[in-house]
């Protein structure tokens, strides 16, 4: 049987360059992750493509997929709904491989109670009015979405006490490399203590 992969979890305010250090990080030869793709009932930006940046829905047919229990966690974030489908999840985890997740904050704390052995990281903005800048720079949200953004990331910033860490997104190739430490310590670490029982059950 081969052993479950593990569950990462990206997670911090809008515009703080989740996306961005996802891709970076996906570019790198030795990277060996799964990205999980969300659904959305948001409009596709310029560019964004469906099946490849989201899988775009109708609300009747997000609603669905909730009443379907097909989300692991769903949340409704500036007028829109943003889940993450169970089935790849559960299949990709179950084949031993690592599933990536790039979710808002309410998500991460669902995805946290139903999995509590992921390993959740918080990517954090220099400070927040850099966030902003980036936010605004990016140039896809009108003004009063950046500032319904902007207030959603205050409260957001108050719990990333609650993730195992904090990386913060300082640049980007940094971040990057801060988070492939942070897997393969999490990965060291989970195979001394499979180690750790299996010698214990030879010698019991
Ligand atoms: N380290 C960085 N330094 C400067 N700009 C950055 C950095 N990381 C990302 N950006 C820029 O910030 C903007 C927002 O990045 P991105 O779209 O990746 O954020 P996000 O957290 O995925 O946002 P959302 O949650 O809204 O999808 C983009 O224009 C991106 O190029
Ligand atoms: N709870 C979830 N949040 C998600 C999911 N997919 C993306 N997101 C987050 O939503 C906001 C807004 O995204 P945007 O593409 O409209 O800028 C951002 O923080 C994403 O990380 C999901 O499946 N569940």
Known sequence: MCERGLLIVLS????????????????????????????????????????????????????????ENKLLEWAEYVGNYYGTPIDYVEKT?????????????????????????GLFIFLAPPSLSE?????????????????????????ELEMMDAYDYVVENDKVELA???IKAIVTAEHCKRERVAQRYKKMLEVE
């Open 131 to 155: 966030l902003k800048k980036r936010i605004v720079t990016r140039g896809t949200e009108s003004e009063e979405l950046i500032n319904n953004r902007m207030k959603a990331a205050r409260e």
């Open 176 to 178: 990057c490399e801060r």
């Open 93 to 117: 985890l179950q084949e031993g491989k690592d599933v990536f997740l790039e979710i808002e904050v309410q998500g991460a704390l669902q995805v946290r109670k139903a999995f509590p052995e």
């Open 12 to 67: 911090g305010p809008s515009g703080v360059g989740k996306g961005t250090v996802r891709k970076a990080l996906f570019s790198q030869p030795d990277i060996n992750l799964h990205y999980s793709i969300s659904v959305t009932t948001r409009k596709p930006r310029e560019g964004e493509v469906d099946g490849v940046d989201y899988f775009f829905k109708t609300r009747e047919e997000f609603e669905q997929m909730i009443r």
